[in-house]
């Protein structure tokens, strides 16, 4: 059991993230705070029971925020911890809000998105509350975020997108079930394999070839902001310019009035997680390292980074062959699709950013190359490179804490985490075939 404390100014909002948390964490109890009626939290509460807060950074006062209260409130002994609520799209505000000692931050426009489960998992994850006791099941399907702090699985484009699409299909209104049943030409609906409040991931057959795909969904009817579009299309404008074995396939796009779909490979086998969690070898890791490395440098060589390199976006082929998936958070190196990205924010998923991508700074593909050097270190050890109890300590280690050395028996492997591991990137391997090099120098040791 653990009690959430939600203060905000707005009952429906209230009510509305009150409903969400329960609805997926049973034995969660939460407790609405209403700013404007009530006043700061006082600090002779018994705040030992209380497992965490939900602070809205607007709090609907004039002369107040949500910063200001997290500054006192964070003064009260037994404090647990608080998690800022934000419309704020600017990095200042959620920087503050770290370095006055917030735990995490959540942005409120994500409420119906795919991803707020996997957002409050980390939260829970990162202040040390028991999740596997107190969390149900995520309806959402596994690998749809797999932690990320951000919205990284919004589905990503480009302008005046809607100019080229082919055929659009037919929705069909939602049963008594209350499940949407989506009729798309050519492909015949097996399953629905996640679910989110604008989108829906399906496993279909393509009927033409009789093909099993995965089929992106994303609901535009009443969508007020495009962008979550525009990131669904650029998934599809950037993936489908590769054709590499160890890129995950997109195979069509297409769009109606009331929803857009892209048709990707479907990959059964599983992600990387379950075989890290089993433990591998280090010929295995090697082997790994190699595949990741020769589709970074794919993508790499089409000016592309995928910033958010991870565990739960390398995928199984049937033929045992990693694939690189989930290209929601990429961006052009040439900054071309600078404004249809995150509005500025800082993207990835904490343990697996570099120091550069940490403090807001431009990125390149030197820092694709770190979180691979992170994953690296995860496969051969079993154990994250850095841990933290909130993403503000998390982060300052990636930009502060030594390199971990290596156990003696893995010490060969040392000049390749240290090659790919450097807090200056001019220090690291600079390109991909660098890298490679050095995977062929150990090997032949």
């Not at 037994?78 to 600017?90: G, H, N």
């Not at 919004?154 to 499940?179: G, H, K, R």
């Not at 479907?266 to 890791?285: M, V, W």
């Not at 190699?290 to 060589?301: E, N, P, T, V, Y």
Request: a negative charge.
């Amino acid at each position: 059991m653990f009690n959430i404390l939600v203060v905000d100014d707005s009952s429906d909002y209230r009510a509305l993230l009150k409903q969400l948390i329960v609805s997926n964490y049973p034995n969660a109890q939460v407790e609405e705070y209403d700013p404007d009626m009530e006043g700061i939290p006082k600090k002779s509460r018994n705040w030992k029971e209380v497992s965490m807060v939900l602070l809205d950074y607007d709090l609907g006062l004039e002369n107040e925020n949500g910063l200001d209260w997290l500054q006192i409130m964070m003064t009260y002994p037994d404090m647990p911890p608080i998690v800022i609520l934000t419309t704020e799209t600017s990095t200042t505000t959620t920087v503050r809000a770290l370095k006055l000692g917030a735990a995490n931050y959540l942005l409120k426009t994500d409420i119906n998105s795919d991803n707020i489960v996997s957002k409050f998992t980390e939260s829970f994850e990162l202040v040390g509350l028991n999740q596997e006791s107190s969390m149900s099941t995520s309806k959402h399907g596994d690998n749809l975020n797999d932690g990320a702090m951000f919205d990284l699985t919004a589905m990503p484009a480009l302008e005046n997108i809607l100019t080229e699409e082919t055929q659009a299909p037919d929705f069909v209104d939602i049963s008594d079930d209350n499940e949407p049943h989506i009729i798309i030409p050519g492909y015949s609906i097996l399953k629905e394999i996640a679910k989110g409040g604008m989108s829906t991931v399906l496993l279909a057959k393509r009927l033409e070839d009789n093909l099993d795909v995965v089929l992106k969904v994303l609901f535009t009817k009443g969508l007020e902001d495009s962008s979550g579009l525009k990131r669904f299309i650029q998934e599809y404008d950037l993936i489908s310019a590769m054709n590499h074995p160890h890129i995950i396939r997109i195979y069509e796009r297409a769009f109606a009035s009331e929803f857009a779909y892209i048709a990707l490979e479907y990959l059964p086998q599983g992600d990387l997680s379950k075989r890290i969690l089993d433990g591998i070898s280090t010929e295995t890791a090697m082997s790994y390292l190699r595949q990741i490395a020769l589709g970074l440098g794919a993508i790499h060589k089409l000016n592309i980074i995928h910033r958010d390199l991870k565990p739960g976006n390398i995928l199984f082929h049937d033929d045992g062959r990693l694939i690189i998936t989930d290209f929601g958070a990429a961006k052009i190196i040439s900054d071309k699709m600078k404004e249809i990205t995150m509005n500025n924010m800082v993207v990835g998923t904490p343990y697996y950013m570099s120091p550069e991508q940490c403090s807001g700074m431009k990125l390149d593909r030197r820092s694709d190359i770190y979180s691979l050097g992170v994953l690296f270190y995860l496969m051969l050890t079993g154990k994250k490179l850095f841990t933290a109890n909130s993403i503000s300590m998390l982060i300052q280690a990636h930009i502060n804490d030594p390199i971990p050395e290596l156990p003696a028996e893995l010490s060969k492997y040392q000049p390749l985490i240290e090659g790919m591991l450097a807090k200056d990137p001019d220090e690291r391997f600079q390109i991909v075939d660098e890298l490679i090099a050095g995977i062929d120098w150990i090997e032949q040791s």
